[in-house]
C-alpha cells in the first residue's frame, strides 16, 4: 500500500513560485489499478514522481508500506525503487547497448542476482509480454509497441509490488497503445498493483479507479465500472 | 550498514558496472574506440620512448665502451703503480672461473708515431709526428673479447703471428679524423698517413733509453670509443719485444662475464688479490661520474617531457567520458531511476577508462619490446659519440603501465561522478 499525506510539491520562489501539487491526500490498496488523469499541468506526472520516490516532496509524506520514506536518505530510496517499483516510462528508456533480454535483466543483477537466473528470470518475464523471441535484439530492431513491451517485461521482471507507469500509450498508435493497456490489465487481473498517468480517458476507463486531477490537486476520486 | 553488507554492495556495484561496461565498449563506434586506444598506445610510447632514448644516448656509449673495449670487469693498476700487479696468477684464476667467458690482457704505453720517416720538417713547419697510447694485444683474445676486427675500418687486422704491422686509429689521423676540420689547438693529427704507410714507432723508456721501429699501417680503426680510435695497435709479442717489460706485467685485463654477475665477480677477485695491487672495477664504476650525471639529467628530462604527454592523454580520457556520460545523461538518470546504483554506473565508467589505459599499454608494450628496442639494437641511431639505444627495462615499462593506468582511472572516474551525482529526475527529464 502506498499513501500521500499532505503532500505538496512547489517550484522556484516568490512571485515566480509554482504550486505544481497542493496538499494531496491520497492512499493507494494492494492489487488496485489506478489511472491518474487530468489537463497538462494539473500534477499528474508530479505526483507519481512523489509517490515512486523520483523526487523529493516540499512538504508531506510519502509511506510506503507504512515506512514514512521521507526519513530516507537517496540511497535507501534506491533500494526501494529497485526492490518494490518498477518503472514504464514515456518513451521506453531502454539502454541502447543492450540486448532485450539484458535490459530485462539488469535491475535484477543490481539485486545481486546472478546472470544466468537473472536472464531465465527475464526471459519468463518477456514471454509474459510476448516478445521471448526478440530476446537478443536490440531496442533500436524494435518497433515502437515492442519497445514499450520490453519496458513493462523489465518492469515486472523483479516481481514488484507497484507498477508505475508515466504515460505509458503517448507515443504509440493505437493499436499498440491498446496491446500496451491490455498487458497492464492482464498484470492487475494476476494481482499487481498499477499506477498509471495518461491523457486518454478512454484507457483510463479500462482501470479499476481513476484519480483526477486538475491545478495540482484532486478533483474526483472513484471506481470505475470495471473494478467489480 | 555493516563492514560485510558495505563490500558486498560494492562487489556488486563492481559487477554491474562490469556488465554495462563491456556492452557499452562493445556497443561504441570501432573507429572511436581504436582511436582512443591509439592515443593511449602514443602515451605510453611517450613514457617510454622518449626518455629510453635520452637515456640511451648516453647508455649507447656505455654499451660500447663494455662491448668494445672494457668488457663486464676491467682491470688496470692501482693510483701509483705502472702495471696490474700478480697478473698471471690473476689472468689463470680468471681463465679458469666459470663466470668468465674471454679475458684479454694487454700491455699498453706511451709512445710517438712519426707520419714521415724523414724527422726533418720544413721551415716553421711541424713535424708529423704525434703521441699516443701503444697497445700491444692478443689479436685472438682481442677479438674474442670485442670482436675488435669490426673496428677496421680501412685496410687489415692483425695476425698473431706478423710483425711489423701496426694499427691506428682513425682519430689520430688527418684524413680520417672527425676533427680534422675542427682546427683544435694543439690536437696534432698526422698527415699523409694511410694503409700501407711507413710510420716509426718511438718509445722513451723509465731510465731515459728510446726504442725505434718502423712499421707499415695494416690497418686504420674506426669507433667511436676513445680507446680504439685514438689508440695505436700492435701485437703483445713485439711490444714485448721492444720493450724491457716482464712478461707478466699488464696495463690492462679486459674480462667479459655476465653483467648482473660483474659486481660479484669483482668483490671475488679483489679477495683473490688480497694485498696485491691492482684497480678491480666493473664497468659501471669505470664509467666516469660526470657521464653518470649525464645519464641521470637525461632521464629526468625524459621523464618531465613524458609527463606532458601525460596530462594530454589523461585530458583525452576525461573528455571521452565526459562526453560519453553527457550524452547519455537521460538514460544514467533512467538508470537511477530503476535503483542502478550511482557507484555501479561511476563503476561502468571507470573500468572503460581503465580499458582504454590496459588496452594501450598492452599494445605500446609489445611495440617497445617486440619492435623499437630490437629495431634500435640493430640500427643505432647515429651520434658523433655513440650509437643511441632504446633503455627500456621490463621494471621501468611495468612502473609507466601503472602510472598511465592509475591516470586512466582518475580520468575516467571524476566525469563519471560529476555526471552521475547530478538529480536523478532532472536526468530523467532532460532539465
Known sequence: ?228 | MSASEKIKEYKNALRVGWFLAYRQIRHAGKGTTSLIIFIMVLTFLNLVVVSGLLVGLIAGSFQQFREGYSGEVIITPAPGRSYVENSAPLISYLENHPGVSTVSPRHSTSAQILGTLSDLPEKNERPNRIGARLVGIDPGREEALTRFSRFVAYGENLRPDQEGYILIGANLLKKYSSFADANIPGLDLLKDVDVGSRVRLTITLTDGAVVRKDFTVKGVLKSKIDEVSARIFITDKELKRMLPINQEQFQEIAVRSDYARAPALVSELKEFMGSHAALIQTTDQAIPSFLRDIETTMGILGNALSSIALVVASITIFIVIFINAVTKRKFIGIMKGIGISPQAIQFSYVLQALFYGLSGSFLGLILTFGVLKPYFNAHPINFPFSDGILVATPDGAAVRVIILVVVTLFAGYIPAKLIVRRNTLDAILGR
Request: no cysteine.
Open chain 1, 1 to 228: 500500500m502506498i499513501q500521500a499525506k499532505g503532500l505538496e510539491k512547489k517550484y522556484g520562489q516568490g512571485e515566480l513560485q509554482v504550486v505544481a501539487l497542493k496538499s494531496l491526500n491520497i492512499e493507494i490498496k494492494d492489487r488496485e489499478f489506478v489511472a491518474v488523469v487530468g489537463p497538462s499541468g494539473a500534477g499528474k506526472s508530479t505526483l507519481l514522481y512523489q509517490l515512486s520516490l523520483l523526487d523529493r516532496p516540499t512538504a508531506g509524506e510519502v509511506i510506503v508500506n507504512g515506512h514514512n520514506t521521507s526519513e530516507l536518505n537517496e540511497a535507501e530510496k534506491t533500494q526501494i525503487r529497485l526492490r518494490d517499483f518498477g518503472y514504464v516510462f514515456q518513451d521506453y528508456a531502454l539502454l541502447p547497448e543492450l540486448s532485450t533480454i539484458d535490459n530485462v535483466a539488469l535491475p535484477m543483477l543490481m539485486q545481486g542476482m546472478g546472470l544466468g537466473s537473472a536472464r531465465r528470470q527475464a526471459l519468463q518475464s518477456l514471454a509474459r509480454v510476448g516478445l521471448e523471441g526478440k530476446k537478443n535484439n536490440r531496442p533500436s530492431q524494435l518497433s515502437g509497441g515492442q519497445q514499450q513491451r520490453v519496458s513493462i517485461a523489465r518492469a515486472i521482471a523483479h516481481n514488484p509490488r507497484i507498477l508505475f507507469a508515466d504515460e505509458p500509450t503517448a507515443n504509440l498508435d493505437s493499436q499498440n497503445a491498446r496491446h500496451v493497456i491490455e498487458t497492464f490489465a492482464e498484470l492487475h487481473r494476476s494481482g499487481q498493483t498499477i499506477i498509471m498517468v495518461t491523457h486518454e480517458q478512454e484507457y483510463a476507463e479500462q482501470t479499476s479507479r481513476i484519480i483526477a486531477m486538475k491545478d495540482g490537486a484532486v478533483v474526483s476520486d472513484s471506481y470505475t465500472p470495471s473494478s467489480n
